[in-house]
């Protein structure tokens, strides 16, 4: 089984698309809600390195932004989404998103819209 086959089963076979609904309808610290929040890691994290950077963070965040974006409508542009984003996401700003990081601010980007 090749690493990208390992993700898919690990996830399975959710897009980060799905995972990211998920997470937004669970609530946090639980169990399902928190494997969601792994499996999306594991999703962008494509070269296991335990941080999502470089390539990795770029999709990232422009998946990250389409979704909010998507919840939000046109109100707001991508620009300042994506702004709010790195605070939320990458609070020391060093481009690299650990899986604390994402724990963390995860919940505060998908529940920033009161839903």
């Given at each position: 089984?090749?690493?990208?086959?390992?993700?898919?089963?690990?996830?399975?076979?959710?897009?980060?698309?799905?995972?990211?609904?998920?997470?937004?309808?669970?609530?946090?610290?639980?169990?399902?809600?928190?494997?969601?929040?792994?499996?999306?890691?594991?999703?962008?994290?494509?070269?296991?390195?335990?941080?999502?950077?470089?390539?990795?963070?770029?999709?990232?965040?422009?998946?990250?932004?389409?979704?909010?974006?998507?919840?939000?409508?046109?109100?707001?542009?991508?620009?300042?989404i994506r702004?709010?984003?790195?605070?939320?996401?990458?609070?020391?700003?060093?481009?690299?998103?650990?899986?604390?990081?994402?724990?963390?601010?995860?919940?505060?980007?998908?529940?920033?819209?009161?839903?």
């Open positions: 089984q090749t690493q990208c086959e390992q993700i898919l089963a690990n996830m399975g076979n959710k897009s980060p698309k799905a995972l990211l609904s998920q997470i937004d309808a669970g609530k946090p610290g639980d169990k399902k809600t928190e494997k969601n929040v792994e499996a999306l890691f594991k999703a962008y994290d494509k070269d296991g390195s335990g941080n999502i950077d470089g390539d990795e963070y770029q999709k990232f965040l422009l998946d990250l932004t389409k979704y909010v974006r998507d919840e939000l409508g046109d109100e707001y542009e991508e620009e300042a702004g709010w984003l790195i605070k939320w996401m990458d609070p020391n700003e060093n481009r690299k998103i650990s899986i604390m990081e994402l724990r963390n601010g995860i919940h505060n980007v998908l529940n920033a819209d009161g839903d």
